[in-house]
T-cell receptor
Framework: SQQGEEDPQALSIQEGENATMNCSYK?????LQWYRQNSGRGLVHLIL?????REKHSGRLRVTLDTSKKSSSLLITASRAADTASYFC????????????FGKGTLLTVNP | SQTIHQWPATLVQPVGSPLSLECTVE??????LYWYRQAAGRGLQLLFY??????ISSEVPQNLSASRPQDRQFILSSKKLLLSDSGFYLC??????????FGSGTRLTVV
């Protein structure tokens, strides 16, 4: 079954504004990851946060993880038109059979 | 540096024809390999994953199969394509329990 669910499904903002996307999941995880996908392309990894971490930063990206609520958020600050893409959260679980389960994604449109 | 190659980029195949999509990884050894399918406007569905040569795990019963004949080669196949096999197919690799690196994808249209 689908593990991660992003919210909102679509988000449209103006350049310079901040964009926040949320992800909820259902079971225990080893880590949670965020990916970006430009239309018709493969996914690109943005950031990984482990289950024992609460917050992580990378450039204009900030990710939080609340394991008690089984939720995560991705904040993109000072958005640019080039940030327009779909953003997916993926939850990782397992040992030798480790794999990711992806949500359906949030389509972010940044208007110039 | 590590790279992943996936081909072809687009493919139009008639119903009932065979399929072979290939994915190769360079610059790493014994990676975990994955095949995903993405329907339009949807998330990724894991089809197969492999932790070693000849080791294939299937996630979803379907008209497809996968093989790993070499350490860094992963092949997705079908003997007879169905219309429902249309979609965007993505190959990915990872090492240990980290993030995945994706290929550029194959857009398959079955007509």
């Amino acid at each position: 079954s689908q593990q991660g669910e992003e919210d909102p499904q679509a988000l449209s903002i103006q350049e310079g504004e901040n964009a926040t996307m949320n992800c909820s999941y259902k079971t225990s995880i080893n880590n949670l990851q965020w990916y970006r996908q430009n239309s018709g392309r493969g996914l690109v990894h943005l950031i990984l946060i482990r289950s024992n971490e609460r917050e992580k930063h990378s450039g204009r990206l900030r990710v939080t993880l609340d394991t008690s609520k089984k939720s995560s958020s991705l904040l993109i600050t000072a958005s640019r038109a080039a940030d327009t893409a779909s953003y997916f959260c993926a939850t990782g679980f397992g040992g030798s059979n480790y794999k990711l389960t992806f949500g359906k994604g949030t389509l972010l449109t940044v208007n110039p | 540096s590590q790279t992943i190659h996936q081909w072809p980029a687009t493919l139009v195949q008639p119903v009932g024809s065979p399929l072979s999509l290939e994915c190769t990884v360079e610059g790493t050894s014994n990676p975990n390999l994955y095949w995903y399918r993405q329907a339009a406007g949807r998330g990724l569905q894991l089809l197969f994953y492999s932790v070693g040569i000849g080791q294939i795990s299937s996630e979803v019963p379907q008209n497809l199969s996968a093989s790993r004949p070499q350490d860094r080669q992963f092949i997705l196949s079908s003997k007879k394509l169905l219309l429902s096999d249309s979609g965007f197919y993505l190959c990915a690799w990872s090492v240990q329990r980290t993030f995945q690196h994706f290929g550029s994808g194959t857009r398959l249209t079955v007509v």
